[in-house]
């Protein structure tokens, strides 16, 4: 179930069409370090258009964390209150990319629950589309959302950051982890410590191009 795709949001604020006319922003407040859409429009919208995970727009939000600032977030409250928990929904998940030299602490809020982002601190400086599952049996009560709020916190921290697919799923994410395999039915194992041999057999390799060794290994192992 699409939350928001961005798709629909134009350069009409007559007709309150315009992206921050819903993701209300801290234009005005002293202490909201953020800014939602670009200013002039482009091709008809306040959103992104060239940097987009699917379709053909983005939410882009520019924070800085300066001054007055404590915090930056734009909130979108619902006309009506958004039952989470109908047809079996359990998870919420969006995209985000950020650009260099990005820096805070990521996080959404659900009503007035708030929930950090899990992954590497150091993600939302990444320019490729990154995505963030939320497991909502960890936020609470979701069967009366009123409000979304994302936002970066982090005294000093400025940047800019883009959204899109909020989408909500009857699934919680499954994440793998990875197990040594059993050393006695290795077919291969690649170390990579400074060269391509296969230090389990005879399958050694060849780099080709700029092809460079790393720290870490590859093991195959017989199924």
């Not at 209300?24 to 060239?50: K, L, Q, R, W």
């Not at 883009?162 to 982890?177: C, F, K, Q, S």
């Not at 041999?197 to 192992?221: I, R």
Request: hydrophobic share 35%; charged share 20%; aromatic share 10%.
């Amino acid at each position: 179930r699409v939350v928001d795709d961005f798709e629909s949001y134009t350069d009409d604020m007559d007709a309150e069409e315009a992206v921050f006319q819903t993701w209300i922003d801290g234009y005005g407040v002293d202490t909201n370090g953020s800014i939602v859409g670009i200013d002039p429009a482009v091709n008809g919208t306040f959103c992104e258009t060239t940097i987009v995970h699917s379709g053909g727009q983005s939410m882009p939000l520019f924070y800085d964390n300066s001054g007055d600032a404590t915090y930056a977030e734009a909130k979108w409250t619902f006309d009506s209150p958004q039952d989470w928990t109908a047809r079996g929904i359990k998870s919420l998940s969006l995209y985000f990319a950020g650009a260099a030299g990005n820096g805070g602490q990521l996080y959404i809020k659900i009503n007035n629950t708030k929930v950090a982002y899990d992954g590497l601190a150091t993600d939302i400086a990444e320019t490729m589309w990154l995505p963030w599952n939320i497991d909502l049996s960890e936020v609470g009560n979701v069967s009366s959302v009123r409000s979304l709020t994302i936002g970066v916190e982090g005294s000093g921290t400025a940047g800019t950051l883009y959204i899109d697919d909020i989408r909500l799923h009857e699934r919680t994410p499954e994440y793998v982890v990875p197990t040594q395999p059993d050393a006695a039915n290795l077919v291969a194992h690649y170390t990579f410590d400074g060269n391509l041999l296969d230090s389990a057999g005879a399958h050694h390799g060849t780099a080709f191009g700029n092809a460079a060794d790393q720290a870490t290994g590859l093991s195959l192992a017989t199924l």
